[in-house]
């Protein structure tokens, strides 16, 4: 049997904390090849992008005769270690009587994104004639820290709600006060 340290505990082992979560804004794509061709010889598609980290995947809707799509898509991935991961975007042409078209791939390093926190981005697409993907990453870094929450929220703009229990009366004087 292996011999575990007993200054570690095993659910820490079995579940560890991760580094922290990666926010993805898939803004919108252009330049995209034209894969469906009609009569009149004008080409279009019908893209989607599949977000890839590890083994977490996400899927955006289907974006119909553009090869300029804004998606506006967010998903937000759970990071448990930093080295090696990548961002991986698939963006596809969504064909209904056949197998869907591959229009391109963009990758980006989650590492880099998180040396800089927010990332605002054209990536070009990989193994295709053209295209361009807009990204927006964000870095979120778990904290146990109260006080980041609130710079957090301060920095978000988000409305935090301040909630006071009053105690119900049916004396006029005392609504009065409570409504001072």
């Not at 095993?10 to 991760?18: A, V, Y």
């Not at 209904?96 to 800089?116: M, N, P, Q, Y």
Request: proline share 3%; aromatic share 6%; net charge neutral.
């Amino acid at each position: 049997p292996i011999k575990l340290s007993e200054a570690v505990a095993s659910s820490t082992l079995r579940f560890p904390e991760p580094e922290g979560v990666l926010r993805v804004h898939v803004v919108e794509a252009k330049q995209l090849m034209k894969k469906d061709i009609s009569m009149l010889g004008k080409g279009k598609s019908d893209p989607y992008v599949i977000v890839t980290v590890g083994a977490q995947t996400f899927k955006s809707k289907t974006i119909d005769n553009t090869v300029d799509p804004k998606w506006d898509f967010w998903c937000e991935f759970t990071i448990d270690a930093l080295i090696g991961q990548t961002l991986t975007c698939t963006v596809m042409d969504e064909d209904h009587s056949k197998k869907d078209t591959f229009l391109g791939r963009a990758s980006v390093e989650v590492h880099g994104v998180t040396k800089k926190g927010i990332l605002d981005t054209w990536v070009t697409l990989e193994e295709a004639k053209t295209g361009m993907v807009h990204l927006r990453l964000t870095w979120l870094q778990l904290t146990s820290n109260k006080e980041d929450l609130k710079l957090a929220l301060a920095k978000t703009g988000m409305v935090h709600l301040r909630l006071t229990w009053l105690q119900l009366t049916s004396n006029k004087e005392d609504l009065k006060l409570a409504l001072a």
